[in-house]
């Protein structure tokens, strides 16, 4: 059933489409958000490990919405929930951790910074940071974080404050801050999206420990579920419809957008008319919407005239090693272990950038420290293992009695993931999801350079973890890389031959139609992008905004 026109229709409800959504609603455009799971509220955030980590609350199950992931070209598809962030009103930023950083200026001239990159299909952002720059500040305000900036070599420009404090630490933070004056570094502290202070009538934060794979239950976490949605509900033009899977993106016969085609929370098929389409499902759904969007126009997919929808596919390389501290061994030493505050919130940033080549790459990364998450039940599968090194009975008690004497300190590696021709995002046509669309199919191949910058990276870390004296140390990952951060599958740029979007996130074939989530990022940047992309998002409203008002869906 084809639906009354809207100004605005828009695809997604996390860290992209919210502050569309807002900025839209606020400058009196009519707009529908498009949200493909349900809508939570406080009380349906609950402590339930299962529920939120083992179930489908967040994350759909693999047999009922696979996305098919493969390790090259010639490698053999397997069903799995890798790169999902979350079915939901908010998106990935309900259950994120809220580490929120700021990319740095050389992230927006990386290939004139490296050179050409062999292997690599690197480029530079259209804009640079400096553009963005405002719109952090107005991300951050919007959101609410906490943070607080000091002075290290990798220091990006702020032009203030952080609009809250910092979150209250554990003394182990003090800890590391000394160990990383005595070797030279900054230990500089993590902003987070989670407010220290009753902010915007929500309330701070009670420091319950279970930040990542949870909604907060305290609206203190600052998902866009939390923060902008209602707002942008507010302004009494936006209404958002939670269980509506969108399924294609129609043009009209001169190739515009003109409608969404979606399936209802009952399973009904509904066609909803807009002047502007704005898709913001992540840079995996959102590639595979507009390649699903086929026409006689667009035979290749929705604005995929160049064949570039869904290449230059950027994850973020990860690394991470954990150091154990028995308290019944450390504790009288080292008072602070019994401390319980959860959060740590230092970082190190003195490897984003090596002055040279010789450790055989140059854009490294960060180094996010935090204890261990307190889920228990996958604490204990971990304990058991797999496969020919698990175990059971009497070992395995003793491990769990063990980790029940025990801090776990760890940190994990945000590190540069370079675009090459063999990442991308397709369609599987002979597979298709509980609603009858063709999945997502993800192709990886890494490029060597990320994996050497990932294990340096890793050997620092360890460095750091080893001269606070722990009981055991464990190396858990060198070479992995973090689905749930993800980019480059509609890529912005100036040179219409060589991009998706223009440097407004509009479609270079089809001027009323943007992208607003990772989609749009030639390079993912060395930390979590969330961040980034709600920036982004709020200067591409920005735009948008100026253009509607002036009566025209098209423009730069």
Known sequence: MSLPEVDVCIIGSGAGGAPMALELGRAGFKVVVLEKGPHYRPQDFVHDEILNSRRNFFMPLPWEEPHLVRKGAQGKYERTTAAWTANCVGGGTVHMSGFFYRLKPVDFRLRTTLGAVPGSTLADWPISYEELAPFYDKAEAELGVSGQAVPHPFAEPRSGPFPLP???????????????QAMGWHSIPTARGIISRPYKGR??????????SYGCEMGAKSGTNASLIPAAVATGNVQVRPGCMARTVEVDKKGRAKSVVYL?????????????????????????????????????????????????LIFSSFGESQATFRLSKQADKRPWLKEPGPFVNRSIQDFYLMPDARFGFRKGGTLGFMWTHPNPIHAASGLAGSGASAVFGKELKDRMRAYRDSRVLLFEVYAEYLPTQGSYVSVEGDVKDKYGIPVAAITVERHPMDLAA???????????????EPDSLERKAVAGETTILQHGTCRFGDDPTQSVLNRNCRAHEVDNLYVVDGSFMPTGGSVPSTLTIAA?????????????????????
Do not use: M, W
């Open 166 to 180: 910092p979150l209250d630490v554990h003394p182990v933070a003090s800890e590391i801050d000394k160990v990383c």
């Open 203 to 212: 309330a701070p934060c009670a420091y319950c420990a279970l930040c990542g």
């Open 264 to 312: 209802d929370a009952d399973g009904v098929a509904q066609e909803q008319p807009a002047k502007v389409v704005v898709v913001s499902a992540t840079a995996v759904e959102s590639a595979r919407l507009l390649l699903n969007s086929t026409s006689k126009r667009f035979t290749r997919g929705l604005a995929n005239g160049n064949g570039l929808v869904g290449r230059n």
């Open 454 to 468: 990932t294990r340096f990276l890793v050997e620092r870390g360890e460095e750091v973890l080893l001269r606070l």
């Open 536 to 556: 982004n998002s709020f200067r591409v409203a920005s735009h948008l905004v100026r253009t509607l008002k002036q009566g025209v869906s098209s423009g730069g």
